[in-house]
T-cell receptor, first 112, second 111 residues
Framework: DADVTQTPRNRITKTGKRIMLECSQT?????MYWYRQDPGLGLRLIYY???????NKGEISDGYSVSRQAQAKFSLSLESAIPNQTALYFC???????????FGPGTRLLVL | GDSVTQMEGPVTLSEEAFLTINCTYT??????LFWYVQYPGEGLQLLLK?????DKGSNKGFEATYRKETTSFHLEKGSVQVSDSAVYFC??????????FGKGTRLHILP
């Protein structure tokens, strides 16, 4: 089984809808991250969490919110989706004092 | 601020060709440097890393040397294979915080 899983893998939604992307990990890592990937722009950090009680904004947090329900779960919400949030979204984890990040398979989101 | 600049793609090579993907960085401290690879339909995975100047990271035939004097971490492979077709991301980390990724370079290897 994969160490970092994301659901759903693909999602189509309409402008104005609220949606949630979920991430679960079995690696036992404290740190979790949400990125979005756009063609030609690479990966940009949306939010990150160093433990259950610690949530931090990344470089592009506007229009997004997150919830760290447990050490193993980190959800990303789009309160009112807009077309320019169409992207590939990745969750990642890392261990404290370790530098390598471990990525999930991604969620492809299309906002119509 | 801290940043990573890597060569734009796509890069198209024939099988067994020599590969170089350039990466330069700007950082206020002493960063650790990484190359991540993203195969089609998958998430990123660490390819190699180097944590201090003159270190060489290597994995799967790929190499990159941390050059502080030129602030570079170029990725090289002597003989590429079709299976190396992917998107490659250079990245850095300064301090105990987050990783900053470059924009990625798409590599196509022709049989």
């Amino acid at each position: 089984d994969a160490d970092v899983t994301q659901t759903p893998r693909n999602r189509i939604t309409k402008t104005g809808k609220r949606i949630m992307l979920e991430c679960s990990q079995t690696k036992g890592h404290d740190r979790m991250y949400w990125y979005r990937q756009d063609p030609g722009l690479g990966l940009r950090l949306i939010y990150y969490s160093f433990d259950v009680k610690d949530i931090n904004k990344g470089e592009i947090s506007d229009g997004y919110s997150v919830s760290r329900q447990a050490q193993a779960k980190f959800s990303l919400s789009l309160e009112s989706a807009i077309p320019n949030q169409t992207a590939l979204y990745f969750c990642a984890t890392s261990e404290e004092y370790q530098e390598t990040q471990y990525f999930g398979p991604g969620t492809r989101l299309l906002v119509l | 601020g801290d940043s990573v600049t890597q060569m734009e793609g796509p890069v198209t090579l024939s099988e067994e060709a020599f590969l170089t993907i350039n990466c330069t960085y700007t950082a206020t401290g002493y960063p650790s440097l990484f190359w991540y690879v993203q195969y089609p339909g998958e998430g990123l995975q660490l390819l190699l890393k180097a944590t201090k100047a003159d270190d060489k990271g290597s994995n799967k035939g790929f190499e990159a040397t941390y050059r502080k004097e030129t602030t570079s971490f170029h990725l090289e492979k002597g003989s590429v294979q079709v299976s190396d077709s992917a998107v490659y991301f250079c990245a850095l980390r300064v301090g105990d915080d987050k990783i900053i990724f470059g924009k990625g370079t798409r590599l196509h290897i022709l049989p």
